[in-house]
């Protein structure tokens, strides 16, 4: 089956508060990863789709769980999704040595990300 969910982010107003709770509630381990312009918490949770932690890009924003979904082609997937009816609220970026990613909101007020990993 195509398109799984692939990764799953917090995008935090408090990551520090956000770590402590988590960590308590469930088995999760929890690393930070320096990736140049902030420091980024990855949730390694076993078996299952991980994900990560982030403080909230756009100030003023409530915290929010974003699901990521894969796609074959970032670009493509982005623009199918915004000619579907689609807000763009974040378009195609890159990340650097894992991969692309955009952030959409679909016609319902839902949230979703797509993530094109970095070919091999």
Do not use: H
């Given at each position: 089956m195509g398109n799984p969910f692939v990764h799953i982010e917090l995008a935090s107003t408090d990551v520090k508060k956000a770590k402590s709770f988590?960590?308590?509630?469930?088995?999760?381990?929890?690393?930070?990863?320096?990736?140049?312009?902030?420091?980024y918490t990855m949730i390694k949770v076993g078996g299952g789709t991980g994900g990560g932690m982030m403080q909230h890009p756009m100030p003023g924003a409530p915290?929010?769980?974003?699901?990521?979904v894969a796609v074959g082609d970032i670009k493509a997937a982005t623009a199918k999704a915004k000619s579907l009816g689609a807000e763009i609220v974040r378009d195609v970026d890159i990340v650097p040595n894992a991969g692309s990613f955009s952030i959409i909101q679909d016609p319902t007020g839902a949230v979703l990300g797509l993530w094109q990993e970095k070919a091999k």
């Open positions: 988590y960590g308590s509630l469930f088995d999760w381990q929890l690393d930070e990863v320096d990736v140049g312009t902030m420091t915290s929010a769980w974003i699901p990521y």
